[in-house]
């Protein structure tokens, strides 16, 4: 008999303890066509409450979707399966590719992105957990975008949070 380890220890070995998460499926996705995922793409929703990004997203007048929203409790929405592209990106273009949803997975944080709003703890875990485990299931993954890398001029998350950096997350 021995005690078994609780979610301290567990982290102090460097596991991550998964965040909840909850499927809201949307219809809002394509195939990938065989295109290998190369990038997460991060966003924020613009938006006070999870809840209306949630409803909006749903709604068939969107044409709108990402694979996870992360709430700022640090639970977690998943609307697209991974293996099909969200439409998250609009007009986009990276290292030569026109149209990042077919090569991206994409996380939105739940934030106002008004220059004030910082992201919680709890939302920056729950991310990092997210990434970690979609780097595990896609070796093919380069790196992780801002939204505002791939369309510059016409978008700016997640850029404006006062407590983001990309590089925490790569
Ligand atoms: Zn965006």
């Known amino acids: ?68 929203l992360v709430h700022r409790d640090g639970k977690v929405t998943r609307f697209v399966v991974d293996s099909r592209a969200a439409w998250a990106c609009g007009a986009s273009e990276y290292g030569g590719v026109v149209g990042l949803n077919r090569h991206s997975l994409s996380l939105a944080f739940g934030n106002r992105h008004d220059g004030l709003e910082r992201l919680t703890d709890a939302q920056v875990d729950a991310a990092r957990w997210l990434i970690e485990d979609w780097r595990a299931r896609y070796p093919s993954i380069e790196g992780i975008l801002t939204h505002a890398m791939i369309s510059p001029g016409r978008k700016r998350d997640p850029t404006l949070i006062p407590n983001f950096y990309r590089h925490d997350y790569t």
């Open 1 to 68: 008999m021995g005690l078994s380890p609780g979610p301290a220890q567990v982290d102090q070995l460097g596991t991550r303890a998964a965040p909840p998460i909850v499927w809201a499926r949307s219809t809002h996705h394509s195939e990938r066509r065989g295109a290998a995922v190369r990038w997460i793409v991060l966003h924020a929703d613009v938006s006070p409450r999870e809840s209306s990004t949630v409803s909006w997203l749903l709604s068939a007048a969107s044409k709108v979707s990402y694979h996870a």
